[in-house]
């Protein structure tokens, strides 16, 4: 499959060298004020930019028809536009916050841990993410993901970023430390105890094994899907 980067930093380099072991050819890698123009000669592109930037890059793909996969964080307010136009272009798209099978399954956890604790009023839910200091968003998408989790499964009706829950709406306290690359913290708290789930990613692998393996998974697919529809979730 020949693949173009589209941000080729980061997360770009570790791509390349995932997409080269599995076989794939990378025909472009752009970075930001590079042309698009060599993204055309992909079966499929990999995008992992900025928050401001994901938007343009997506419509410029889908406008194109090529096939995108889009891991960069802070566009959701955007969603259900790009869902439109992908619908309308008849393109394929897979966008996630996270790549991981890891975080994925740790996605599933989360919301049956939400259920289940949502009857009993004892114990007071903390959500914490920990990045690298580069990070230009938070808090976090997989946090972000995280919270809408528990808002499915309880009565919480919204986020915010701060470590203090505010009525309805959760607490994501984000904090950022040198080389960290992804750490997430689900923790539900009583006087007598406490309950925690904690994923914490040792490398960018992760997360770049998982968006060469969406790639591979929409070559022959249209429309507008996320990880948990490429793992099967
Ligand atoms: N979904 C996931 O699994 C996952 C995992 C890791 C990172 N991310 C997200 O991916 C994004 C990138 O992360 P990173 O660590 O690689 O960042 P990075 O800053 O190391 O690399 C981003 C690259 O994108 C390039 N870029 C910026 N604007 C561009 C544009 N308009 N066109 C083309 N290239 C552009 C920059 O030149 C840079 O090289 C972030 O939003 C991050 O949150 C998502
Ligand atoms: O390094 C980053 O930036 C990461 N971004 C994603 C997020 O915002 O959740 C995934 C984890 C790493």
């Known amino acids: ?137 938070a808090p976090s998408g997989t946090a972000i993901t995280l919270a809408e989790g528990i808002m499915e499964n309880t009565h919480f009706k919204g986020w915010h970023l701060g470590k203090e829950n505010e009525k309805d709406s959760i607490g994501i306290e984000a904090l950022r430390e040198h080389d960290v690359k992804g750490t997430h913290l689900v923790s539900w708290n009583s006087d007598v105890d406490q309950i925690e789930i904690k994923h914490t990613a040792h490398s960018r692998d992760g997360f770049a094994l998982g968006a060469v393996i969406a790639a591979e998974w929409l070559l022959d697919k249209k429309g507008s899907f996320t990880m948990k529809d490429v793992l099967g979730l």
């Open 1 to 137: 499959m020949k693949i173009g980067l589209l941000g080729y930093g980061k997360m770009g380099k570790v791509i390349e060298r995932i997409a080269q072991e599995r076989g794939h050819e990378i025909v472009a890698r752009i970075n930001k004020d590079d042309s698009k123009n060599d993204l055309e000669k992909s079966d499929v592109v990999i995008e992992f930019t900025a928050p401001e930037s994901a938007l343009e890059n997506l419509k410029y793909c889908i406008n194109k028809q090529i096939p995108i996969i889009c891991g960069t964080t802070g566009w959701n307010s955007s969603i259900e536009e790009i869902y439109k136009l992908v619908s309308d272009q008849n393109a394929a798209l897979v966008h996630a916050s996270n790549f991981s099978l890891g975080v994925n399954l740790f996605f599933e956890l989360n919301k049956r841990l939400a259920a289940l604790m949502e009857p009993f009023e004892d114990y007071q839910l903390a959500v914490q993410e920990i990045h690298h200091t580069e990070k230009a968003d």
